[in-house]
RNA sequence: GCCGGGAUGGCGGAAUUGGUAGACGCACACGACUCAAAAUCGUGCGGAGUAAUCCAUGAGAGUUCAAUUCUCUCUCCCGGCACCA
């Protein structure tokens, strides 16, 4: 439709590059027209050479460390949910600086996982050239939206360097007993060919490929993470997260306190030991429903009770038996009737530990820690047939990963690994014997548990990160995330950042001190963006279209941060046209030797605490449109003094960096705009005179005009007084007069 | 089933210690500029009515001088957990 915007034709029209001059009154100047292609570029070079953004290890400001979920470099490059996480938090980052902070904002690659595996196998090629080009095209996008990232400290999971230190934590688990073998069934993905954790396995389908999940014996390293979870738990509560990622949480880990109680020898658990008096048979967990022949005595009543099996009765939870009491629960009382087994109207109530001992117990299984695959952080052990699992000794680390032709893993899922002898076959480091290397690999969660303790010291050799800088940087002040990592990935880290605190290796017991999560970017018209549907909007394009400020701006605007929103092709132009009005005002702009705002002085002073108070509370669509109203403003005005206007650009600095930056050196700033100072309220709006509004029968019906410091007296005589409220009392008395200082009036006939 | 979050113009959304509902933006309409179009600027924009005014925040009740905001009941939508004893 020719009716439609077509931000191509903008674009046609840059190379132009024509004048224009502002017909203005109070000062006419000439402004180039704004042009995002050649300021944006411009100034991200000048940035990184200039290194404005580089976190110091040691400075007299106060820190802070702001924190986004370093991204999968897939195949399919950025994606405009990622824009929305790290603009958000580039916005506070940037707006720290200006407070003053020393900040770390850094980024790295989570780069290990099945899609580079799966895609290198599909093209015979290696996964670290994949890896290698995938990150390069991520680096490149990112750094063409201006996000301030401390790119100096960049961290890749898959390097060598990188992930020495999470075999070694791994051995650290393994020393602890954290770690062990055991043989168990797991879920097995028969596409991926690949053991997945619980976590992993959604509605009993496999979370990556959708294939229903099997259940498969094999041996696998465990990591212990039952034995942190009362502290997951309580710990919960003394980090600021969003509720409903704490509820996540609390439901995953699943605590419940009961008793164990013995009918005989069946031990059963339960958290209403007080209506034992009512159970009137056992369950144990079994394929199906049937009686076991077998009677058991209830040692409450002391009668014989009949012991059934049932699918309804878990085997991995409790003690996989229960004692059934069908007037409390609805299940039992199903079951009961269903098999007509007596039930127990009325009965005595016990108490809690009457006929048994407290035990708390949880719905949260250990972590299956390994892999039959081939791109991931090798485990490093070495099985020994005279000395059982021994652990690579810390200065063979890391236990690279070796080149191999084929990744495909085997027919019964043995890691690719297994079929490189020169890999597998070494002598043992105890003994010198024969031994054979560990073949499987980590999960791809195991990078990502640590890395933001890597940022505050990414290079070091001799440790995973130095207590000294730990000490400076940590906890992470403020970290931002996607809600489908609350019990993946968030979990997880704080399980491992809690075993090293315990190994008096960092120095906070949690990571996190703020968490927040950002809402899904859907596709235009409300379903989830995916390649098969061909629905992905591409940041480039629109970078190139609109340009980086726009695009930035735009996702902040759209919606509310933490709500899943819809992308709007059509609504881009209007931050956009916001951008295009800024520049436009700089042509108004009048040196004056005043030291604050001479106009629009109400409106500039709530937009810098509105500007301020929003950005804390993550609600920046409303920033953006103070921003906007405070524009508008200014655009009503013949001439806006330049302090003004430097400061407006200021607010505006956090969310579109680099043409900020652009108007600020053409105003004659010497150093960056973003190394400036955070502009503060030069006062509380405290006016002579102000604006009652008058209510009659809770309906609207005027405004007064009454000074600042007016009485009640004074306010309801001045309402009163008024013909046209007069009219609507219509020679009446009013019944009541209720005034709310400074605000309203309210008149009851 | 249980837990959590929602429902406001044509659209995205503002407004909550209860105090002029619809900020800001998109779309749309009209006007200015233009040979014309685009862009830009100006004006309008919940519904009814010439107007005064009335009605309107998923539905229904309640508390209050005053309810999008608080309470109760119901409907629908989204997210999480799901025989967890």
Not at 153 to 158: C, L, Q, S, Y
Not at 306 to 314: G, K, R, S
Not at 358 to 384: A, M, N
Not at 699 to 718: C, F, H, L, P
Request: aromatic share 12%.
């Amino acid at each position: 439709m020719a009716k439609e915007y077509d931000p191509k034709n903008i674009e046609g029209k840059w190379p132009a590059r024509h004048r224009y001059a502002q017909a203005l009154a109070g000062g006419q100047k000439e402004v180039d027209e704004y042009n995002p292609q050649k300021i944006e570029k411009r100034w991200q070079d000048h940035w990184e050479k200039s290194g404005i953004y580089q976190a110091e290890d040691d400075s007299k400001k106060p820190k802070y460390y702001a924190l986004v979920e370093f991204p999968y470099p897939s195949g399919d490059g950025l994606h405009v949910g990622h824009v929305r996480s790290y603009t958000a938090m580039d916005i506070v980052s940037r707006k720290r600086r200006m407070e003053g902070f020393n900040v770390l904002y850094p980024i790295g690659w989570d780069a290990f996982g099945l899609p580079t595996e799966n895609y290198a196998i599909k093209t015979g090629r290696q996964p670290r050239e994949i890896t290698k080009e995938n990150t390069d095209t991520f680096r490149q996008q990112l750094k063409s939206l201006g996000l301030s990232f401390d790119w100096s400290r960049e961290i890749n999971t898959t390097d060598p360097k990188y992930y020495k230190w999470t075999q070694w934590i791994f051995l650290k688990f393994l020393e602890k007993g954290l770690a062990y073998k055991a043989k168990i069934p797991i879920n097995w993905c028969p596409k991926d060919k690949i053991g997945l954790a619980n976590e992993e396995v959604v509605d009993g389908h496999c979370e990556r490929c959708g294939t229903p999940v099997e259940q498969k014996e094999k041996e696998q390293w465990m990591l212990a993470i039952t034995k942190y979870a009362d502290r997951l738990y309580d710990d919960l509560d003394t980090v600021d997260y969003p509720n409903r990622v704490k509820i996540q949480q609390k439901n995953w880990i699943g605590r419940s306190e009961g008793v164990l109680i013995k009918f005989d020898d069946i031990e059963i658990f339960t958290t209403r030991p007080d209506t034992i008096f009512g159970a009137t048979f056992v369950v144990i967990a079994g394929k199906e429903d049937k009686f076991t022949g077998r009677f058991v005595t209830n040692p409450a009543t002391k009668e014989k009770i009949p012991v059934w099996e049932a699918e309804y009765v878990m085997s991995d939870y409790g003690t996989g038996a229960i004692m059934g009491v069908p007037a409390d629960d609805e299940r039992d009382m199903v079951f009961a009737k269903k098999y007509d087994l007596p039930i127990v109207g009325e009965y005595k109530k016990a108490g809690f530990e009457d006929f048994g001992r407290k035990v708390t117990k949880y719905k949260l299984r250990d972590w299956v820690f390994s892999r039959q695959r081939y791109w991931g952080e090798p485990i490093p052990v070495i099985h020994c047939g005279k000395c059982g699992v021994v652990p690579v000794p810390e200065k063979d680390l890391p236990v690279e990963l070796p080149k191999v032709e084929k990744y495909e893993p085997g027919p019964d899922g043995e890691s690719p690994l297994a079929n490189i002898p020169e890999f597998v076959n070494t002598p043992c480091l105890r003994c010198g014997g024969p031994a054979r290397r560990e073949t499987d690999v980590m999960p791809n969660w195991a990078g990502s548990s640590w890395y933001f303790l890597r940022y505050c010291d990414h290079e070091n050799e001799k440790e995973f990160a130095s207590m000294q800088n730990l000490k400076y940087w940590m906890q992470v002040d403020w970290y931002n995330g996607g809600m489908e990592h609350t019990v993946l990935h968030l979990l997880y880290s704080r399980f491992w950042n809690k075993f090293l605190y315990d190994l008096k290796l960092v120095s906070t017991s949690e990571p996190y001190k703020k968490r927040t999560s950002h809402g899904l970017i859907l596709a235009e018209g409300g379903e989830k963006m995916s390649k098969s549907k061909g629905n992905v909007v591409n940041p480039d394009t629109i970078v190139k279209q609109f340009g980086a400020d726009t695009l930035r701006l735009y996702e902040m605007f759209m919606g509310p941060f933490e709500q899943a929103i819809a992308w709007s092709e059509d609504a881009l132009v209007g931050p956009r046209r916001f951008l295009e009005r800024v520049w436009k005002l700089s042509g108004k702009t009048k040196e004056l030797f005043t030291p604050y705002a001479m106009i629009c002085q109400d409106v500039f002073e709530k937009t810098v605490e509105k500007v301020s108070d929003d950005i804390e509370k993550m609600a920046f669509n409303t920033a953006i449109s103070q921003l906007m109203i405070c524009s508008n403003a200014l655009a009503k005005e013949d001439f806006i003094p330049t302090n003004d206007f430097k400061r407006f650009l200021q607010l505006l600095a956090p969310f579109a960096p680099h043409i900020t930056e652009e108007l600020w050196q053409l105003m004659g700033g010497k150093d960056s705009i973003h190394n400036s100072k955070w502009p503060k309220a030069n006062w509380v709006s405290n006016p002579m005179f102000i604006d009652i509004s008058v209510q009659i029968n809770g309906k609207y019906r005027g405004v007064i005009m009454v000074k600042n410091i007016a009485t009640e007296e004074e306010v309801k005589n001045t309402a009163l007084s008024l013909p046209e409220i007069q009219k609507w009392l219509n020679g009446k008395e009013p019944k009541k007069v209720i005034v709310v200082p400074r605000k309203i009036i309210s008149i009851v006939t």
